[in-house]
């Protein structure tokens, strides 16, 4: 089936098939699910409704579970002065080619320019160097919810756009032990968020020295797989070490009155996180939402026979009351100007976990008709004990939708010990290839070269046991490296 649009404004009024165009099919989704659209500046999306109220569920319960391990938010300029993005050469490196610039205030050129933050660990370094002064002081534990701006050459909406909306933390610590037990805590947060939250399974691990945050100690990251075997970067957490402080000369007198440099971290994860979510679980009907996402869990539809409006709409209403004072997020939709059948379609193409369908049959029964997202399967469900029995389905699409998730992954992750099997395996878009690898850069960037893999991370436990060579250049191996082609 080819993409159609109504030939006036470039709505999509079909979605693509998967395994027609999987990226075809992405987009299909976000301007049909109303997720998001393009905008008169190149590289930016519009976030429409729909799409914003992911994102607000996702922030609320993020931010909940920030704010349950001590942080606390604030917020810090947009504009970062060039001498303070200069002053930590790597870290200007690695961002230079992304870096938009303000050069021009009004009808006057600036002094300096401005750059608009590509991240803000220099703006948050220069007030930490302020504010820290003791020990006393530490830890600070600050997140920001933000945009930023980084100039990207390719962009799809979501995954990767020139503007995103993200929450960045920012901590300084005491000791080194402590800024790498934040660090690993975070990561834990994400993974369980992503797992809990979203229903995407990720693995959890250390990023290679070439992939690394720029400015970093050590890069900790989440990756999912997504549903056309390419890896997702979900969430990334740094342990900065002490680079940052020395370059912002954010120092403290110590317990023992010496004056020391603050060690720091830094974590964030972006709107990228609803591009995972379709990829993730979405199929050529539309999206499908985890219910602790879905900004409607619930749909219902009154079945408009008879005097349905006299009928059958004041029970509709009642049971929209009964779960929406439960705490439940539901949607009655009553319009008379669409069929019902119209009305299914609809909402299976935006994702809402359950349809409750009510007719006067059922009102007679004293039940209604409930169909799943995910899996299709309808049922009745008496009206008596509705919220628990609703409460319960929602509970199992949620847990079902991981189970899912994770069995897609685990059969798309493979081992593989030569470079025969390597590059069989990277063969199209196949998922996690786990491979032993010798912890050379240049081996690692000969991989990419040749197959486009690149090393996701390496988790925790996957030290490699001696006697086992290099998947590429047959050195000694040090770790088991988790390999895939990705956003």
């Known amino acids: 089936m080819a993409n159609k649009t109504d030939g006036g404004n470039g709505f999509v009024t079909e979605i693509t098939p998967q395994s027609a165009d999987f990226s075809r099919w992405y987009l299909d989704i976000v301007r049909r699910a109303e997720l998001a659209d393009y905008s008169p500046v190149k590289g930016c999306m519009v976030i429409r409704p729909y799409g914003y109220a992911i994102w607000e569920l996702i922030q609320r319960q993020l931010d909940d579970r920030f704010k349950a391990t001590g942080h606390v938010n604030a917020y810090f300029p947009l504009f ?14 690695g961002f230079a080619p992304q870096v938009a610039w303000v050069t021009q205030g009004g009808t006057e050129e600036l002094e300096e320019k401005l750059a608009i933050r590509p991240t803000s660990e220099t703006i948050i370094g220069v007030m930490y160097q302020k504010w820290i002064q003791s020990w006393r002081d530490l830890p600070v534990l600050i997140n920001q919810w933000a945009n930023v701006v980084r100039w990207e050459k390719v962009t799809r909406p979501f995954l990767r756009t020139t503007e995103f909306l993200w929450q960045e933390g920012h901590t300084a610590h005491e000791t080194e032990d402590q800024a790498q037990e934040e660090t690993l805590k975070i990561l834990g947060v994400y993974k369980e968020f992503a797992e809990n939250v979203l ?142 059948g119209w009305k299914f379609a609809e909402y299976e193409m935006r994702g809402v976990p359950l349809r409750l369908e009510i007719g006067p049959k059922d009102i007679e029964k004293q039940s209604v008709f409930a169909a799943r997202r995910d899996t299709r399967a309808k049922q009745s469900l008496p009206m008596a004990g509705l919220v628990e029995s609703v409460r319960a389905l929602l509970d199992e699409i949620q847990a079902e939708l991981l189970e899912r998730a994770r069995t897609f992954r685990d059969e798309r992750t493979a081992s593989a010990d030569t470079w025969e099997e390597f590059t069989r395996l990277m063969e199209g878009r196949p998922g996690f290839v786990i491979a032993p690898w010798c912890g050379s850069a240049a081996c690692e ?43």
């Not at 691990?205 to 100690?217: L, P």
């Not at 970067?233 to 403290?252: D, R, V, Y």
């Not at 006697?467 to 390999?483: E, H, I, L, S, Y």
């Open 445 to 487: 960037a000969a991989i990419k070269a040749e197959t486009q893999a690149t090393i996701r991370n390496i988790p925790f436990g996957y030290e490699q046991p001696p006697g086992k060579p290099c998947v590429r250049c047959d050195q000694p191996a040090t770790v088991r490296a988790w390999f895939a082609k990705a956003y």
């Open 80 to 93: 970062i002065p060039e001498n303070l993005l200069m002053r930590e050469a790597e870290h200007v490196e």
């Open 199 to 340: 229903a995407m399974p990720v693995v959890a691990g250390e990023k290679s020295e070439s992939e690394k945050f720029a400015g970093a100690a050590r890069t900790y990251s989440i990756e999912a797989l997504m549903g056309d075997g390419r890896a997702l970067q979900a969430g990334t957490s740094h342990n900065l070490g002490q680079n940052f402080a020395k370059a912002f000369g954010i120092e403290f007198q110590g317990r023992d009155k010496t004056l020391q440099h603050v060690w720091t971290t830094s974590w964030g994860a972006s709107t990228r996180l609803i591009g995972g979510l379709i990829m993730t679980h979405g199929d050529d009907s539309g999206l499908i939402l985890p219910p602790a996402v879905a900004p409607w869990q619930i749909v219902i539809v009154p079945i408009p026979r008879g005097n349905w409006k006299e009928t059958v709409l004041p029970t509709c209403e009642s049971i929209r009351a009964q779960l929406a004072g439960a705490g439940l997020r539901v949607r009655l939709d009553e319009d008379d100007s669409q069929t019902p």
